[in-house]
């Protein structure tokens, strides 16, 4: 599959092709298709990417914020403990 960059490349080729106005307009067309298919895919692609990257903050937000709750649950243990509230 193409990169970004390398669509935009073809797509600035085509366009040299377009103004020559030596090229047939219907594999201009063509080719112009295929092209805006191939960015529509990774657009695509990208929205499932970043969509899947804000499920995994939101997921390990979620998780920080139980690690503090457990960390001050393990400092509040250990102060009890130790003033003697708590005891073995």
Request: glycine content about 6%.
């Amino acid at each position: 599959m193409s990169t970004l960059y390398d669509l935009q490349g073809k797509y600035a080729s085509l366009l040299e092709l377009a103004e020559d106005g030596t090229t047939d307009p219907e594999v201009l067309a063509d080719t112009m298709d295929s092209i805006v298919d191939a960015i529509n895919d990774k657009a695509k692609g990208y929205a499932q990417v970043i969509r899947q990257i804000k499920a995994d903050i939101e997921a390990n937000k979620k998780n920080v914020t139980v690690s503090k709750h457990g960390l001050k649950l393990i400092n509040l243990t250990s102060v009890l403990f130790h003033s003697g509230w708590l005891k073995q």
